[in-house]
Nanobody
Framework: QARFVESGGGLVQAGGSLRLSCSAFGMNFRLNDIGWYRQAPGNERDLVASITRRGITTYGDSGKGRFTISRDNAEKTVYLQMNSLKPEDTAVYYC?????????WGQGTQLTVSS
């Protein structure tokens, strides 16, 4: 069964940088399109960035110009490099397929950006 494990979150000051990692299990990773999502308290879970199996990337408005998604097929890992962080980036970050599998959600990783 497919599942994802996120890591790398923490407490960062505004303007700082952080890289999140997402390890994938139970799938043929290189054949799948993967997305990073985030959910802040009281908000829906939104797609932040995605990367196709061919490496084509797309970004939501919140991350354009600041976030970079990448993947390492050998390591079955997707990364999210986040720069120029803002307090409004504070959320729990998750990864899943671009068409999310409800059973594949992990625990997420908490990012808190202090002002």
């Amino acid at each position: 069964q497919a599942r994802f494990v996120e890591s790398g979150g923490g407490l960062v000051q505004a303007g700082g940088s952080l890289r999140l990692s997402c390890s994938a299990f139970g799938m043929n990773f290189r054949l799948n399109d993967i997305g990073w999502y985030r959910q802040a308290p009281g908000n829906e879970r939104d797609l932040v960035a995605s990367i196709t199996r061919r490496g084509i990337t797309t970004y939501g408005d919140s991350g354009k110009g600041r976030f970079t998604i990448s993947r390492d097929n050998a390591e079955k890992t997707v990364y999210l490099q986040m720069n120029s962080l803002k307090p409004e980036d504070t959320a729990v970050y998750y990864c899943n397929f671009i068409n999310p599998d409800p059973s594949a959600w992990g625990q997420g990783t908490q990012l808190t950006v202090s002002s």
